[in-house]
């Protein structure tokens, strides 16, 4: 069984779906969209097997400018 969307790809599983990951289990971060921050951040949660997105990801120039402790990196 294929530990994450990488492994499944090479092992030709088109419909994998990677185990549900508590939030609590990884940090979110304060990289934005599109900047190679927020890129090598999703590289290494997909190389660890871990969602792409947490929901608490900084999603705009607004969210670095609120409080934020609730997000991590």
């Known amino acids: 069984m ?3 969307i990488l492994d499944a790809i090479k092992l030709g599983y088109w ?3 990677p185990d549900q990951v508590p939030e609590t289990d990884y940090n979110a ?3 934005l969209p599109g900047t190679s921050a ?4 999703m590289a290494e949660r997909i190389q660890r097997g871990l969602p ?4 608490a990801d900084a ?3 607004e969210d670095l400018e609120s409080d ?3 997000r991590r990196n």
């Open 15 to 17: 419909n994998y779906e």
């Open 68 to 70: 934020g402790d609730e």
């Open 59 to 61: 999603l705009s120039f």
């Open 38 to 41: 927020k890129l090598k951040i």
């Open 52 to 55: 792409l997105w947490h929901p």
């Open 29 to 31: 971060t304060r990289a």
């Open 2 to 4: 294929p530990n994450s």
